[in-house]
């Protein structure tokens, strides 16, 4: 199956917020309720932030929130911080236990 | 503490095998299905398998040309790639399902394939 699409990349100033979408299908996104959003550091192994669509994963400050709407998930990270700055993945259970990511985002803190 | 660990990687020409392993402690192996999950160069994330007790998928990618594999006893997931093609080569990451979602990765081991 191809890739969710999200945006390359995104920017913010400290303190403001930002939105990464994260757009499927109806065979992914949009049929089920299992889209987990990560955080990647350079030369570092991804981070679950926010698993089934809206779910904080152990210890992710409240600063980021999980949505969805239709075949479109969303990330949200409010209150940007220096350390947000990341490149940032979604990842969809799409059925018959297969599983998409999103191309990722970088997200700049400006 | 969770902890997967990564091994295997390596240098291997195109057309070649190699087998990674992922050992896994600080939580019931057995309980838990897994993934391997890629990242090329600069690139992307790619899901390419998945292993329970009852189901075994892959992604078209490596769809027979890969096959995964698990010893609970040993606390180890396996992959092992064959016929391996230069578009292989990437960071090869061990991934622990929570439920349709992963909650923990190891620090993955590079694969290059190159002659």
């Known amino acids: 199956q191809s890739a969710l699409t999200q945006p390359r990349s995104v920017s913010g100033s400290l303190g403001q917020s930002v939105t990464i979408s994260c757009t499927g299908t109806?065979?992914?996104?949009?049929?089920?309720?299992?889209v987990s959003w990560y955080q990647q550091h350079p030369g570092r192994a991804p981070k679950l932030m926010i698993y089934d669509v809206s779910k904080w994963a152990s210890g992710v400050p409240d600063r980021f929130s999980g949505s969805k709407s239709g075949n479109t998930a969303s990330l949200t990270i409010s209150g940007l911080q220096a350390e947000d700055e990341a490149d940032y993945y979604c990842?969809?259970?799409?059925?018959?236990?297969?599983?998409?990511f999103g191309g990722g985002t970088k997200l700049t803190v400006l | 503490e969770v902890l997967l660990v990564e091994s295997g990687g390596g240098l291997v020409q195109p057309g070649g095998s190699l087998r990674l392993s992922c050992a896994a402690s600080g939580f019931t192996f057995s309980n838990y299905n897994m993934n391997w999950v890629r990242q090329a160069p600069g690139k992307g994330l790619e899901w390419i398998s998945f292993?329970?007790?009852?189901?075994?998928t892959y992604a078209e990618s490596v769809k027979g040309r890969f096959t995964i594999s698990r010893d609970n006893a040993k606390n180890s997931l396996y992959l092992q790639m064959n016929n391996v093609r230069v578009e292989d080569t990437a960071v090869y990451y061990c991934a622990r399902d929570y439920i349709w979602n992963v909650d923990y990765w190891g620090q993955g081991t590079l694969v290059t394939v190159s002659s």
């Open positions: 109806s065979r992914d996104v949009g049929g089920y309720d299992y």
């Open positions: 990842y969809s259970y799409a059925g018959s236990f297969s599983w998409v």
């Open positions: 292993i329970s007790g009852h189901s075994i």
